[in-house]
């Protein structure tokens, strides 16, 4: 958590570098090296999606060197959304932070929160689904709970109940649903949220930022991948991402 907000205040940057690698070995290795090099000076986290690398031979070693090439200061998320009972969910942390060296993870909290507790270790983050940025999201997230609200704010509200009594809790809202981020931001008021969505989903990062930054103007890692992956010139893509964050955070949207 210390190391996130010191990389939040010295990037001034809520932008969280998404690491989805497609293509080829020897292309994927280059480009990489290229993204991490060419974004992190405006990086406030990285996030490798572990699918990503597990779907290649040798994946699991190209996630610990494209781990080890970010810069020390900055915030490594592992999303794996993992989830399964504690036994295994230990073995689970155990190679998110040991072998891989993350700061922080991605899990999916179905199973109750015997699911998240293995990740809580001190200096790291949990990041837990909450209102995801996908479009069948409804179908799950939308339920109505028979004490009112819906799953998604039932999760919300364990979440940060968990946070409040263990801590290291931050949410995944998805920017896709402003309107749900709001929501999920008055039932959870202090946490981090990690939003996917900006980017290739089409998620509008004002009305995010409005939606959801909280009064000290931070709160808020805005994850974008593919847009920063596929980009001529990663270093001007993340600049003005930056940039435009930093001009609606100064205007408090
Ligand atoms: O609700 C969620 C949770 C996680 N993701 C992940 O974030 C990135 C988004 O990639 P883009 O290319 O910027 O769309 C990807 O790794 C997803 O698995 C999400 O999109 N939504």
Not at 92 to 117: E, H, Q
Not at 139 to 146: H, K, V, Y
Not at 152 to 176: S, Y
Request: charged share 20%; with cysteine.
């Amino acid at each position: 958590m210390q190391k996130l907000i010191q990389r939040v205040q010295k990037a001034n940057s809520l932008l969280c570098v998404g690491l989805d690698p497609v293509g080829d070995d020897a292309q994927v290795a280059r480009r990489l090296a290229d993204v991490i090099d060419q974004t992190h000076e405006f990086a406030a986290a990285f996030k490798p999606n572990l699918a990503f690398f597990l779907s290649r031979e040798n994946g699991v070693q190209l996630l610990r060197e494209t781990v080890q090439r970010i810069p020390q200061d900055i915030p490594v998320i592992l999303d794996g959304k993992f989830g399964d009972i504690a036994s295994t969910a230990e073995h689970y942390a155990r190679f998110a932070y040991d072998v891989v060296g993350a700061d922080a993870v991605t899990v999916n909290p179905y199973m109750g929160d015997d699911a998240v507790r293995p990740f809580v270790r001190e200096g790291k983050l949990v990041f837990v689904l909450a209102k995801t940025s996908n479009k069948s999201q409804y179908s799950m997230q939308n339920m109505a709970l028979t004490r009112g609200g819906s799953l998604a704010h039932g999760v919300a509200t364990v979440a940060c109940r968990l946070d409040a009594e263990i801590g290291g809790i931050g949410l995944v809202v998805g920017a896709t649903y402003p309107e749900a981020l709001a929501d999920v931001r008055e039932i959870c008021p202090e946490q981090w949220f990690l939003v996917p969505g900006v980017g290739a989903q089409g998620g509008d990062l004002a009305a995010t930022l409005r939606a959801g930054l909280r009064p000290d103007g931070a709160g808020l890692l805005i994850n974008t991948s593919r847009a920063l992956w596929q980009a001529e010139d990663a270093a001007v893509t993340a600049r003005d991402l930056v940039a435009q964050m930093r001009e609606l955070r100064a205007v408090g949207v």
